[in-house]
């Protein structure tokens, strides 16, 4: 039987908030770049430019690779950038938490299609 | 037996291991088409997509299980903790590019490419659960860099944390969904129809 006690030490979060949040920020830049990408030729042939800039085989994986980039980019970026700005913030487990799923979620119902096709169509790009 | 074997039973337990690992593979390149695994085309590609996924899908099992000791105040080993999230980073990172790697014949502008073919006779499968599956594997790096991170980074005190051992143990349950929905399209879109 495992016990259902937990020891609750008070620990800074900071670091823990800027890795967590940066990964939402990245999946939220695929999204928006699957998007930007589907809403026009002139994006899609932008946004694969970045793919083919460094990924071996970019050609042929297609405008994906950039998408992956941005992804990429947008993650470790933030990351470096929240870890200056949020290290020694003493935040919230709830915050953390919060704020992470919704930007995680975001991203996840921006990349169903059943959801951004309506969006573009909506916007008459689709 | 040698007196190290004989006082450790981690060790015995380990060569135990790698001698039935090894008999089991000689027994299987005997007696199997081995070669036949390579064959042509790019079914070597898939090949090692597969095995990677599969090191992959071990690793998330197993993080599923950390996470439920982690939220419901088990004792989970630091060591084991750390070594399971860097497997479980590897294992991402090889199925992520080598994914990529057979994403090129999975799309390629021929008649007889999987995309072509969904597209001509079943264009949901590729447009509605490929496009998801191909975007879904690609939270998992992510995810488990995060876990890694949080646990190499923060070591007794995430244990000793009750925020955060809970918010590690729904990183891994994220990650193990994200995995289980990209394998899991992975899978049937390869009974369809493989590269």
Redesign the interface.
């Known amino acids: 039987m495992i016990a259902t006690h937990l020891a609750n030490k008070h620990i800074v979060l900071g670091r823990a908030a800027a890795a967590a949040w940066s990964v939402a920020i990245g999946m939220m830049a695929l999204a928006k770049a699957h998007l930007a990408a589907e809403m026009s030729e002139a994006w899609k042939t932008t946004i694969h430019g970045f793919g083919k800039a460094w990924i071996p085989g970019a050609q042929g994986i297609g405008p994906y690779s950039g998408k992956e980039t941005f992804a990429l980019a947008a993650w470790l970026i933030s990351w470096i950038v929240l870890h200056f700005l949020l290290r020694n913030r003493d935040i919230r487990p709830a915050t953390l938490a919060t704020v992470f799923l919704i930007g995680i979620g975001i991203a996840t119902t921006l990349l169903w299609p059943p959801v951004w096709e309506p969006i573009l169509h909506f916007f008459g790009s689709h | 037996m040698n007196s190290e074997l004989r006082e450790d039973p981690r060790t015995a337990i380990v060569v135990s291991l790698g001698i039935m690992a090894l008999v089991a593979a000689i027994t299987l390149m005997m007696s199997a088409p081995f070669l036949a695994l390579f064959g042509g085309g790019y079914a070597y590609r898939g090949l090692i997509h597969g095995v990677s996924a599969s090191l992959l899908m071990v690793a998330a099992t197993v993080g599923l299980y950390q996470a439920y000791?982690l939220w419901?105040?088990?004792?989970p080993s630091l060591t084991e903790l750390k070594a399971g999230s860097v497997a479980y980073v590897v294992a991402a990172l090889a199925t992520t590019i080598s994914g990529?790697?057979i994403?090129?014949p999975y799309?390629?502008n021929v008649p007889d490419s999987p995309r072509s073919y969904f597209l001509a006779n079943s264009p949901e499968i590729h447009?509605?659960w490929f496009?998801?599956k191909?975007?879904?594997a690609?939270?998992v790096l992510?995810?488990t860099?995060?876990i890694a991170?949080?646990i190499f980074?923060?070591r007794d005190?995430l244990?000793?944390?009750?925020?955060?051992?809970?918010?590690t143990a729904?990183?891994l349950v994220?990650a193990f969904f994200y995995f289980a929905v990209a394998f899991g399209l992975g899978a049937a879109v390869t009974k369809l129809k493989s590269v």
């Open positions: 000791r419901f105040g088990g004792h990529n790697w994403y090129i799309r390629a447009k509605v496009e998801f191909e975007f879904s690609l939270f992510p995810l860099v995060l991170y949080l980074s923060y005190d244990l000793a944390s009750k925020g955060l051992r809970r918010f729904a990183a994220l």
